[in-house]
């Protein structure tokens, strides 16, 4: 007799709950059901059912079910109960967080069938003919298509992984196998789906946040029919069920998006190793910058290592020049040399794309009377001056105030702009080439997808031009027109303090320097820098980027740093910095004490490195360990005490398994 249930259900607490069955209703786990909880009804998911249970009074009676059959496969289940331990988040906000919200909502699943199925679909047309490299990778991929095997295809920009995914998909739709293929959170996915529908003549569906609940709910339960042969999504679609899953792609698995950085902090790159695992079915992570972590396993041969290191077709690799700026602030940002050079390559009738991280016209508004500068009331940080709006904008906050134009503490008029945004050096630019058109791409010239559509299309309509933009410009797009790239203000990555940052700066200037040289034209990729010495930078440049990964791995080993060690972090954030600071005192005393074994190294509380933020007060704390199982048994050994406490000595607190922001 199973006369208990134990059901999920969405609220802060880590555990779960247990219900008696009503006499007629048989339940199996991954089903949802209606239960009462405190005073409200809810919608839960069934974890198990049991003949017995722990509590001993007023156990209430689930009221109704909601589903006919589990919504959620048994390695579905397992996989997000796996997260919700292993990331230390409850488990009923995993479960139903990650379901379409209709369903989260309790709604019917009620969707009519596509009539349509990977079966009797014609099999591919318009296959490329591979190159050498790109033929060993598929034969590879291809004789391990019934067991778990994790590649890294490693192919520099504009080698051709694309193709090489497409025909290890072919093979596995030929198989009547569905496809899983992740792509980052960015703009281009409108151009990978079109892509995809291009070269299969099959059921494709997209999941990412620009879709409706109704589109997504639709994408969701075609791929659980099996009528959805590919699903092409971003991070959550880790979570989406499958009946028949043959493959799981994560296309530029070095990008951070793969990690949630808010509420649930999952990495859909981890998940998706272990979900390929359960599913005995192979995945491929793909990068022209793996990240180091991927690559150390590959070293380790935990990964099968495929490289790409020639374009494919008859494009060349760029060459990179690296150019000293003067320490003495530019007059407007650029080095002579860098002018010369893009007018060279205008002149022969080519684009030129210049890359500048930051948004806006100057970093700082600044009185050269009294050295005032404008700051954010609300952050530790300066306001970037929008000049065409007449305002001052915090971009961490999104604070604004009207310019100034007399310095509001000495009231002198001698107020100037330092440093540059997009918008200046779009601004130096018309000066300098008046003829030449000029396109600003960053978050506040381009709103939405089909403005970037629009900006690109036209673009490509001319043969000389300059692009100016953030990485907005960086990722996935073609411009077979550009044969220069001028890579300004990288230096702050190369010096920050946060470990990441460095590896995150490499695979930036490495994607944006893809964009050069594309297509039959060579390409040239010139980088303004303070440091043109900076040994790591040097071997970026000039050698393969899996040198510059030994190197970096060698200096984390040394210093105990991930990939060779594992790291938690709390965060606690309050009105007042004592709250903040006090919570986290509690948190390392609970921590101290748990730590019977002395394995995890538990540092002292310090202020985040943005201090304050939007009027909070943000403090941190950094755990480490040398092993993922010495970490994991120290966090689940303390959090339950804190369970449901969303709020500690009246600050705010969250934990970060594997966060990849640090400082
Ligand atoms: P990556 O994703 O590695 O940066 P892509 O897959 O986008 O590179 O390929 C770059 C370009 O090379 C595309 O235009 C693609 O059509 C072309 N291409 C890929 N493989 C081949 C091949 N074997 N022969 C000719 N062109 C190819
Ligand atoms: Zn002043
Ligand atoms: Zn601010």
């Known amino acids: 007799?199973?006369?208990?249930?134990?059901?999920?259900?969405?609220?802060?607490?880590?555990?779960?709950?247990?219900?008696?069955?009503?006499?007629?209703?048989?339940?199996?786990?991954?089903?949802?059901?209606?239960?009462?909880?405190?005073?409200?009804?809810?919608?839960?998911?069934?974890?198990?059912?049991?003949?017995?249970?722990?509590?001993?009074?007023?156990?209430?009676?689930?009221?109704?079910?909601?589903?006919?059959?589990?919504?959620?496969?048994?390695?579905?289940?397992?996989?997000?109960?796996?997260?919700?331990?292993?990331?230390?988040?409850?488990?009923?906000?995993?479960?139903?967080?990650?379901l379409p919200a209709r369903l989260r909502q309790g709604k019917t699943l009620n969707i009519s069938t596509s009539k349509q199925s990977i079966t009797n679909i014609a099999p591919p047309v318009q296959q490329l003919h591979l190159?050498?490299?790109?033929?060993?990778?598929?034969?590879?991929?291809?004789?391990?298509?019934?067991?778990?095997?994790?590649?890294?295809?490693?192919?520099?920009?504009?080698?051709?992984?694309?193709?090489?995914?497409?025909?290890?998909?072919?093979?596995?739709?030929?198989?009547?196998?569905?496809?899983?293929?992740?792509?980052?959170?960015?703009?281009?996915?409108?151009?990978?789906?079109?892509?995809?529908?291009?070269?299969?003549?099959?059921?494709?569906?997209?999941?990412?946040?620009?879709?409706?609940?109704?589109?997504?709910?639709?994408?969701?339960?075609?791929?659980?029919?099996?009528?959805?042969?590919?699903?092409?999504?971003?991070?959550?679609?880790?979570?989406?069920?499958?009946?028949?899953?043959?493959?799981?792609?994560?296309?530029?698995?070095?990008?951070?998006?793969?990690?949630?950085?808010?509420?649930?902090?999952?990495?859909?790159?981890?998940?998706?190793?272990?979900?390929a695992h359960a599913l005995n079915i192979p995945i491929i992570l793909g990068s022209a910058t793996p990240s180091i972590e991927s690559y150390k396993n590959a070293l380790a041969k935990k990964y099968y290592l495929l490289e790409l290191t020639q374009r494919a077709g008859n494009a060349i690799i760029p060459d990179f020049k690296l150019i000293a700026m003067p320490l003495k602030t530019l007059e407007n940002g650029f080095v002579p040399e860098t002018v010369h050079t893009?007018?060279?390559?205008?002149?022969?009738?080519?684009?030129?794309?210049?890359?500048?991280?930051?948004?806006?016209?100057?970093?700082?508004?600044?009185?050269?009377?009294?050295?005032?500068?404008?700051?954010?009331?609300?952050c530790d940080s300066h306001m970037v001056l929008h000049k065409t709006l007449r305002r001052l904008m915090c971009h961490h906050c999104g604070h604004q105030t009207p310019m100034p134009t007399t310095c509001p503490k000495c009231q002198s008029s001698s107020l100037l702009a330092l440093g540059e945004g997009t918008q200046r050096i779009a601004e130096t630019l018309t000066v300098l080439f008046p003829e030449t058109p000029i396109f600003r791409i960053d978050r506040d010239n381009v709103k939405n997808k089909g403005q970037l559509e629009e900006q690109l299309d036209n673009i490509h309509l001319h043969t000389s031009a300059i692009l100016v933009g953030t990485q907005m410009l960086a990722k996935g797009h073609h411009f077979p027109n550009v044969t220069l790239v001028v890579i300004l203000g990288i230096d702050n990555g190369l010096m920050s303090n946060d470990f990441n940052a460095l590896e995150r700066t490499a695979q930036l200037i490495l994607q944006v320097a893809g964009r050069a040289g594309r297509a039959d034209k060579a390409g040239k990729v010139l980088l303004q820098t303070l440091q043109p010495e900076h040994p790591q930078l040097q071997t970026l440049t000039q050698?393969?980027?899996?040198?510059?990964?030994?190197?970096?791995?060698?200096?984390?080993?040394?210093?105990h740093l991930p990939p060779f060690a594992f790291m938690a972090l709390f965060r606690a954030e309050a009105?007042?910095?004592?709250?903040?600071?006090?919570?986290?005192?509690?948190?390392?005393?609970?921590?101290?004490?748990?730590?019977s074994?002395?394995?995890?190294?538990?540092?002292?509380?310090?202020?985040?490195?943005?201090?304050?933020?939007?009027?909070?007060?943000?403090?941190?704390?950094l755990i480490q360990a040398s092993n993922r199982q010495q970490l994991q048994k120290l966090l689940s050994k303390t959090l339950p005490s804190l369970a449901g406490n969303k709020t500690l000595q009246g600050a705010r607190w969250t934990v970060d398994v594997d966060p990849i922001d640090l400082f």
């Open 597 to 621: 074994e002395k394995k995890v190294t538990t540092y002292d509380p310090i202020p985040a490195p943005m201090q304050r933020k939007a009027g909070f007060y943000h403090m941190q704390l």
């Open 1 to 98: 007799m199973k006369n208990y249930a134990e059901i999920a259900i969405p609220c802060p607490l880590r555990n779960t709950f247990d219900y008696t069955i009503p006499e007629n209703m048989t339940l199996q786990p991954g089903m949802r059901v209606k239960v009462s909880f405190g005073r409200r009804t809810v919608t839960g998911m069934v974890i198990s059912t049991k003949t017995d249970t722990l509590l001993t009074c007023d156990i209430k009676s689930i009221l109704e079910r909601l589903d006919n059959s589990p919504l959620l496969s048994p390695d579905l289940m397992q996989l997000c109960i796996w997260a919700s331990q292993y990331y230390q988040h409850p488990i009923g906000d995993v479960l139903l967080g990650t």
């Open 131 to 275: 190159h050498q490299e790109q033929q060993i990778a598929l034969d590879t991929i291809v004789q391990h298509l019934d067991a778990f095997t994790p590649f890294l295809l490693h192919g520099v920009t504009g080698s051709g992984k694309t193709e090489v995914y497409f025909q290890v998909i072919d093979q596995v739709i030929l198989k009547q196998k569905q496809v899983l293929f992740l792509i980052p959170e960015i703009s281009l996915s409108p151009q990978t789906i079109q892509r995809f529908h291009k070269r299969f003549s099959l059921p494709i569906y997209a999941m990412h946040s620009g879709l409706t609940d109704k589109e997504r709910l639709t994408a969701w339960a075609y791929a659980q029919t099996g009528e959805a042969a590919i699903i092409i999504g971003t991070r959550s679609s880790i979570f989406t069920p499958f009946k028949n899953l043959g493959l799981i792609v994560i296309d530029e698995e070095h990008d951070p998006s793969f990690k949630q950085h808010e509420g649930f902090r999952y990495s859909a790159r981890n998940l998706a190793i272990k979900r």
């Open 543 to 559: 050698q393969p980027y899996g040198i510059f990964l030994q190197n970096l791995l060698k200096e984390r080993q040394q210093f």
């Open 575 to 595: 009105k007042q910095m004592e709250k903040a600071s006090e919570a986290l005192c509690m948190i390392q005393a609970l921590l101290k004490k748990s730590d």
């Open 342 to 378: 893009i007018r060279q390559h205008l002149s022969k009738q080519e684009q030129v794309l210049i890359f500048i991280n930051r948004r806006g016209y100057a970093p700082a508004w600044f009185c050269q009377s009294c050295q005032w500068q404008a700051d954010c009331t609300r």
